[in-house]
């Protein structure tokens, strides 16, 4: 129900990407998140530490959409075939 919502927004980005090259900026933002790694005896170190990192779920969505439109493509003209690499 909610890619009804957005299907509009996500074509008009993805068709954007396509035409002009080039990616919207709040799709290369994302938030990292740093937390403490248990039992280090320096946490001066950065070692001591873990980053976590949470990429935009629209730009995930448009990744994948993509990599799907190539799969299918390289199906259709059977690019992935053994014959065609032997």
């Not at 927004?9 to 080039?22: E, G, Q, R, W």
């Amino acid at each position: 129900m909610v890619i009804l919502i957005i299907i509009k927004d996500l074509v008009k980005i993805a068709s954007n990407y396509f035409t002009n090259k080039t990616i919207p900026k709040s799709l290369k933002e994302s938030i990292i998140i740093i937390l403490y790694k248990e039992g280090k005896k320096n946490y001066s170190l950065l070692c001591s530490y873990r980053l976590i990192t949470f990429k935009t779920t629209l730009a995930k969505v448009l990744k994948k959409h993509v990599a799907n439109i190539m799969l299918k493509t390289a199906e259709k003209y059977k690019l992935f075939s053994k014959t065609r690499w032997e």
